[in-house]
């Protein structure tokens, strides 16, 4: 049973390792736990975003992930960090929102990019190619992205917007690092010619 | 304009140096290994570029919004309701209506301990008694988890589980805490009684003491007229007299 602190944990302990944070919180003080998620909140929904293409769902996973740390934080042993841990289990959590949407999806996607080619050939049309704002981009990007296999998808992910090493992918999908570059690789690859596609359109 | 598919060297078997280079990740022998191959092969040139442009445009897609999670964790039902009747000003504590309602919220508060909700500015997740629904379900579990795969063992829960989840620990934790918490309202009711009696009083007296020293000075006011009226009277009992003596005279 969590017991409550008698003052609430300083905001400005952010020199506090993850481990720490951990150990205090399996001891009781359970506001240590809020300190680990406000640490980690922003990259695990950029993350679950990224993976998932939609806000709410990109909330709920996120929600999930830290509901699931919470619950297995005694099963961690910090024997990896805990940043390569809750990374896998809000991937986990996206995989699973993934699947559960895959029949639908597909075909939802195909529809969405018939309908950005088509918006694509207007802008063509009025020579706004050189122009095409920022959102306009954004948006292929995320539609490029959320074509590739998810397995490609998480590295790329991982890599451009998380920003983490090799080495780092490697630990939290427990893959060897070859594979990480293979993957990286690949989905760069389908990456290229899907955006190249989409420019085609124009 | 390029087509892509065909376009990287199947056969230079370099990928994973080229990747690593992209990304600077490449050590120094390795990366002047593959400096060397980009000036003899057009294909490896070409793949890097093009994977660079790839990268500029990744960086378009910015996550512009990060939702807040809110971690709250509920005091238990003796402690919360001690806070609450400490942080009331007087006024609130009389209107026992508010009092028992907001107690009320926190008692379900602190039964439902865990609480999930997505609202306007994000979502947030509330925990609080979920420690005590873990160990239910470790002692639970048939396969325990091996260390940081929690995932696997474990799975994960969607939002509908999570409620479900969150309606039984409820459930659950209701008869036991119910006891408590009727013990704690009644108590807490007692308290507010015993608090508002004696505010009563206190302003009763308060009115009261008001209200004579409105009718003092009332008293006061009515009696000036009286000894003014008494005054003029005297005068005019005195002046008539006199006035009659004038036009007499």
Known sequence: MLESLSHPVPEAEFDVSDDQLIART??????????????????????????????????DACQEAFIAAFRNLGKFRGEAKFSSWIYRIALNACHARLRDRRGAALSIDEEDEAGRKAELADTASEGLAE?????????????????????????????????????????????????????????????RARLEKLRGAI | MRTT??????????????????????????????????????????????????????????????PPIRVTTPRPVREALGELLAGLPGWFKISSGLATA????LVLFALAGTRLSVGQGGFSAEFGRAASRQ??????????????EPTNATPMLTRAEAEVLIAEAVARSEAQAKREAQAQLASLEARLNAARRAELIEATNKLREEHRARINTLVAERQRPTMNEWLFAANESQEPAGGENEKSN
């Open chain 2, 102 to 105: 907001a107690a009320a919220a």
């Open chain 1, 26 to 59: 399996l001891a009781g003080e359970s506001d240590a736990f809020s300190l680990l998620v406000r640490r980690w909140e922003r990259p695990i929904y950029g993350l679950s975003l990224r993976m998932l293409g939609r806000d709410e769902d990109a909330r």
């Open chain 1, 131 to 191: 122009r095409m704002s920022r959102d306009e981009r954004s948006e292929i990007v995320r539609r490029a992205l959320q074509a590739l296999p998810p397995e490609m998808r998480q590295v790329i992910v991982m890599k451009e917007y998380e920003e983490m090493t090799f080495a780092e992918i490697s630990e939290v999908l427990q893959i060897p690092v070859s594979t990480v570059k293979s993957r990286l690789y690949t989905g760069l690859q389908q990456m």
């Open chain 2, 5 to 66: 598919e065909n376009n990287h060297a199947p056969g230079c078997g370099r990928q994973e140096q080229l990747v690593a280079y992209l990304y600077d990740e490449a050590g120094g022998d390795e990366r002047a290994a593959f400096e060397q191959h980009l000036r003899a092969c057009a294909a490896c040139r070409d793949e890097l570029q093009a994977f660079r442009g790839v990268r500029r445009e990744l960086g378009a897609w910015q996550v512009p919004f990060t």
């Open chain 2, 135 to 148: 160990e239910a379900q470790q002692t639970t579990s048939p396969t325990p988890a091996p260390a940081n």
